[in-house]
């Protein structure tokens, strides 16, 4: 099954920083890959995501770039702001087997932006 | 927009208890997801289904089955519950598209107590 891998567990900036976290997977069927934002005592919502037929996406101050070759993906928030601060989890998904739609996340990055 | 609902905010059970724990989604979602998520271990999947009567296993299904009879509903039934099982418990759904997974929309959660 997939395995996906994810560093660091915890970042620490200051405002105005950027902030990347990376995240490997081993299977090569994935072919979508989002991020959630988890902020305390709330549920995980997505940020962004992107899919295996795209390299990189944007959103604002948040991008998203992948290499299916080597199997990483990875988070860019630039200009971070207090609000920022959350726990981040990057999460692989795909067709396995005869069935759909797997979703294994890694274990979460502690983002704290300091002002 | 999506909700997904979680019967039970918090929840008390003694060891060796049936536990069910119930979640609805009001989106017509294939997939639908458990998951459980403990400090420094991130989000585990338990089991996810992506069609009526259909699961299949996630990474940690031990002690743990599924049932999903209807299309909108997924609960996660704890055979007979221990201590290790206290945790906080995520259910999730999202739609199939053509290329496979979409956004993954997470209910409130259940934080579960096994005493």
């Known amino acids: 099954g997939e395995n996906v891998e994810q560093h660091p567990s915890t970042l620490s900036v200051q405002e105005g920083d950027s902030a990347v976290i990376k995240c490997t997977y081993s299977?090569?069927?994935?072919?979508?890959f989002p991020w959630y934002k988890q902020e305390l005592g709330k549920r995980p919502q997505l940020i962004i995501d992107?899919?295996?037929?795209?390299g990189e996406k944007k959103d604002q101050r948040i991008a998203v770039t992948l290499n299916k070759t080597a199997k990483h993906f990875s988070l860019h928030i630039t200009e971070t702001q207090p609000e920022d601060s959350a726990v981040y989890f990057c999460?692989?998904?795909?067709?396995?087997?005869?069935?759909?739609?797997?979703?294994?996340f890694g274990k979460g990055t502690k983002l704290s932006v300091k002002p | 927009d999506v909700k997904v609902t979680q019967s039970s905010r918090y929840l008390v059970k003694r060891t060796g208890e049936k536990v069910f724990l119930e979640c609805v989604q009001d989106?017509?979602?294939?997939?639908m997801f458990w998951y459980r998520q403990d400090p420094g271990l991130g989000l585990r999947l338990i089991y996810f289904?992506?069609?009526?009567?259909?699961?299949e296993k996630g990474d940690i299904p031990e002690g743990y089955s599924v049932s999903r009879e209807k299309k909108e509903r997924f609960s996660l039934i704890l055979e007979s519950a221990s201590t290790n099982q206290t945790s906080m418990y995520l259910c999730?759904?999202?739609?199939?598209?053509?290329?496979?997974?979409?956004?993954?929309?997470f209910g409130q959660g259940t934080r579960l107590t096994v005493v």
């Open positions: 999730a759904s999202s739609l199939v598209l053509g290329g496979g997974n979409t956004e993954a929309f």
């Open positions: 299977d090569s069927a994935s072919n979508y």
């Open positions: 992107i899919r295996s037929n795209v």
């Open positions: 999460a692989a998904g795909g067709y396995y087997g005869g069935s759909q739609g797997n979703l294994i």
């Open positions: 989106m017509d979602h294939e997939n």
């Open positions: 289904s992506y069609d009526v009567k259909m699961k």
